[in-house]
């Protein structure tokens, strides 16, 4: 088993990387696009920790940047009926601290905002790993912890058609520009944004 590969990055696309060991072996790993968004530039070290799932037809690596991220795939897809592909989709589309909170609080309306994941899933998936996951401490993005009207917010941002990550990322921009506000003003604010 792969569990960690570091080494020169040769390429850092939106949904793979490619690393080049110091013995001169290339890994082309698989990552979710929260991890592309913080990979260094081509030609820097970069450090990240693998999952391998071997099938009939391929070996598979996929790549994290963090041991907390690693683990919350690896618990996806153990999941029923959740695949890797679905686990990176669900990664993708929600930074790990909002998909845990999400699964723990049986979000169904942020968890189904994730392209690939009907109402069935999300029920599964929060049936299943609520709680398996006390134990992955994630970096609070903060925005859940700071009011009450935040969560609702999102909420409401979710059901109203905006992907989890764009409504997380938007009202976190209204609260640098103009402060706390109440849930109301929040989602205002955040839908007079421009996309």
Not at 17 to 41: C, K, N, W
Not at 57 to 85: M, Q, Y
Not at 104 to 109: C, E, H, V, W
């Amino acid at each position: 088993m792969i569990s960690r590969i570091r080494g020169t990055l040769l390429l850092r696309e939106l949904n793979r990387a490619e690393v080049m060991t110091p013995g001169g072996v290339a890994y082309d790993i698989e990552i979710p696009t929260s991890v592309f968004e913080r990979l260094p530039r081509v030609g820097e070290e970069v450090e990240l920790r693998t999952l391998q799932v071997i099938r009939e037809d391929a070996s598979l690596l996929f790549g994290f940047l963090e041991d907390n991220e690693r683990a919350l795939f690896a618990r996806l897809i153990a999941a029923t009926g959740v695949g890797p592909k679905l686990a990176i989709a669900l990664l993708s589309a929600l930074p790990a601290p909002s998909l845990v909170r999400a699964i723990r609080d049986r979000n169904l309306a942020v968890l189904t905002g994730v392209s690939g994941v009907g109402k069935k899933t999300a029920e599964r998936l929060s049936v299943e790993l609520a709680g398996k996951l006390d134990d992955l401490a994630f970096a609070s993005s903060g925005l859940a912890t700071q009011a009450p009207g935040v969560e609702e917010a999102l909420r409401a941002l979710v059901v109203l058609g905006i992907s989890p990550l764009d409504a997380e990322n938007a009202v976190r921009a209204v609260i640098q520009e103009q402060g706390q506000l109440p849930a109301q003003e929040l989602i205002r604010a955040a839908l007079a944004r421009p996309r």
